[in-house]
């Protein structure tokens, strides 16, 4: 089983990083693989280049090796659509289950994303959630996927399961608002990624 944990990590932080393992744990996976997302289709550009939070996440993971930054997305042209994400890790894992990790906010407009009824043809959406999260009501479509049996998650795809985990507070804006007003952000993110910002004078 194969975790796909996406975001435009801007930068990376412990909230990710601790949600990727927890979820790595929870549903045993082989690996995670952190996919920095190049163009956001339904949010603003990111603050920094593509090549730094590439880099700022490699330096993130560098001694978790169950932690695979996947830079596909970065290497493609246009903006960043789960699909295509989705149908190379199908075509490179075609036996594999594969779980792609959303969050409750995220997956309320699921149905905006781009060919979305397809995307349950190549993986599982896990949805991750908060005691206090928001959500829309199922429609049937999801309401036909959903399933609360993590064994049918061995499945190469097609279900739909909400799990619950421990979010840490934090915040990439935030931290970009602390540097920005030339507080420090440090104990948020990893130190060594904290130092990259600070040698190339990111965020001020």
Not at 173 to 202: E, S
Request: proline share 5%; charged share 20%.
């Amino acid at each position: 089983m194969i975790g796909i944990f996406g975001g435009t990590f801007d930068p990376i932080h412990y909230g990710h990083l601790r949600s990727a393992l927890e979820l790595k744990e929870l549903f045993q996976l082989d690996h995670i693989r952190l996919i920095p997302c190049a163009q956001p289709v339904h949010r603003d550009e990111p603050n920094t280049t593509a090549l730094q939070r590439l880099e700022m996440l490699q330096i993130a993971v560098q001694n978790q090796p169950d932690f695979i930054v996947d830079a596909q997305e970065l290497e493609r042209d246009g903006g960043s659509y789960t699909f295509h994400t989705l149908k190379k890790l199908r075509h490179d894992y075609p036996n594999e289950s594969l779980l792609l990790f959303v969050g409750s906010d995220a997956f309320n407009g699921f149905t905006t994303w781009f060919r979305w009824q397809e995307l349950f043809d190549l993986a599982h959406i896990v949805v991750i959630t908060r005691p206090n999260s928001a959500l829309n009501p199922l429609n049937d479509f999801f309401k036909s996927r959903l399933t609360n049996d993590k064994s049918q998650l061995k499945q190469p795809a097609g279900h739909v399961f909400f799990q619950e985990i421990t979010q840490l507070a934090i915040s990439a804006t935030a931290i970009r608002g602390m540097i920005a007003a030339k507080h420090n952000p440090r104990f948020l993110l990893p130190d060594a990624v904290l130092d990259y910002i600070f040698k190339h004078q990111l965020y001020f």
